[in-house]
């Protein structure tokens, strides 16, 4: 059997896919048949969180193991973390917010990244740093798709990454927006799937998820 040729690095995350899926891995031996799951229903993009020990473990493994996805890390909160992760494989890196020596070590690493906001001045303060793909978040809990529509006309420089409470039936208002690349969430891995191992499971929520961006109902 030929193995899948590696997907082409991205020069953005936005527009890996509709929905960048947001996986915390407790077992590092999941995120293999996990990320292949997520391939098989339309999402190449995985966003593995560094909330736990298995996290850098199950970034190496997918960039290994799974060349047709695209494994990036997220809760990067220090320099250390970003340098971790790019040794580990990392192609695109995501954090919950920013400071300016976290920005540099973003930066320095080479790869595409979403640095998170939450307010109007932040948004400005990456403007100003040439920064203009970010994550929103926690976007429901900050204002939601209406938040983000009126940064619309007086910030047109910023892309967003809309992540926190979205689900299949919120995110078609995000995506609808012309400052939003995609959303992330987590809604096509749920706890019991994943506790179950119920692959294919992952892999006909996430092809709803793929879905999303033409305005078809998700499956």
Known sequence: MTAAAPVPAPASVLGL????????????????????ALVAGGLPAIEVTLRTDAALDAIR???????????????????????????AG?????????????LEALRETGLPFLPGVSTV?????????????????????AGGAPYLRSLASPLPGARFCPTGGIGPETAPAYLALPNVGCVGGSWMLPPDALARRDWGRVAELARGAARLRSGAAPA
Do not use: Y
């Not at 990392?90 to 976290?102: E, K, N």
């Open 17 to 36: 896919a509709p929905v960048l899926p947001v996986a915390v891995l407790s077992e590092a031996s999941d995120a293999v048949p996990l990320a292949r």
């Open 61 to 87: 493994a997918v960039a290994a193991e799974v060349p047709e996805a695209v494994v990036g890390a997220g809760t990067v909160l220090s320099p250390a973390l970003a340098r971790a992760a790019v040794r």
């Open 90 to 102: 990392a192609r695109f890196l995501v954090s919950p917010g920013w400071t300016d020596p976290l």
């Open 121 to 141: 001045s932040e948004v400005m303060a990456l403007l100003e740093h040439g920064v203009r793909e970010m994550k929103f978040f926690p976007a429901q809990a």
